[in-house]
């Protein structure tokens, strides 16, 4: 009413089931909001409106647009998981990323809502690609591909709900999701050539252990 939420006395600024008389615009308007529904965001991508391809691979675009993040290099004397110190004029090893994350929420204050952001799921969009920029320059590469998934994504969800709570958005997190993380489309190929030349040379290793284990009883 007047550009405030109407007071207690006339009836609370949240309405009942049931029908409601209202003075006309723009003495009196009434907001609906979804307060009761799962509601989600993407991060990391844009989604496309054509159906997804029946076989996803890491060299075609998946979405109409996706986004590369930093991951840290992983040194290889360090426990996994943890980055390389390493003097601070030398080049860190880095990687780049892309995930596809999505985000529920509900709305459990819906004052703050309405009212406390002119675009309250934009704010939220962007604490969480915060978080996750964040997040992702503290991880390995293959920590993040492999076991470190799920300790990431529950991570990410505690970075969320502290960043959504100290905004002041009315909403709480109910599940960050990892399902898709992957090389960038453009650097996928090389990033594949590269992974299968380390199998390769694990294989030729595995291969002359092998030989020798078979010659060497034989020759003794």
Do not use: C
Not at 78 to 86: C, L, M, W
């Amino acid at each position: 009413r007047l550009g405030r939420p109407r007071a207690e006395a006339d009836g609370g600024w949240h309405l009942g089931p049931g029908a409601h008389l209202k003075r006309p615009w723009p003495f009196e308007t009434v907001q609906r909001f979804p307060a009761r529904r799962i509601l989600t965001l993407q991060l990391g991508y844009t989604p496309d409106q054509s159906p997804p391809p029946d076989t996803v691979v890491w060299t075609r675009p998946h979405y109409a647009q996706e986004d590369a993040y930093l991951v840290a290099g992983h040194d290889p004397a360090a426990p996994t998981g943890t980055v390389a110190a390493g003097d601070a004029a030398a080049a860190a090893p880095v990687n780049m990323v892309s995930f596809n994350v999505p985000v529920e929420y509900r709305i459990t204050n819906l004052l703050q809502y309405a009212y406390g952001h002119a675009d309250p799921d934009g704010a939220l969009r962007h604490a969480g690609a915060r978080a996750l920029t964040r997040e992702a320059a503290g991880r390995d590469l293959f920590d993040l591909l492999g076991a470190g998934r799920a300790e990431v994504a529950s991570a990410l969800r505690a970075r969320i709900a502290a960043d959504a709570a100290a905004l002041g958005l009315g909403v709480e997190i109910v599940f960050v999701g990892l399902p898709n993380i992957h090389p960038p489309v453009p650097v996928a190929e090389a990033f594949e050539s590269v992974i299968g030349a380390g199998e390769e040379r694990e294989a030729k290793v595995l291969d002359g252990a092998a030989h020798a284990a078979r010659q060497g009883p034989l020759a003794e």
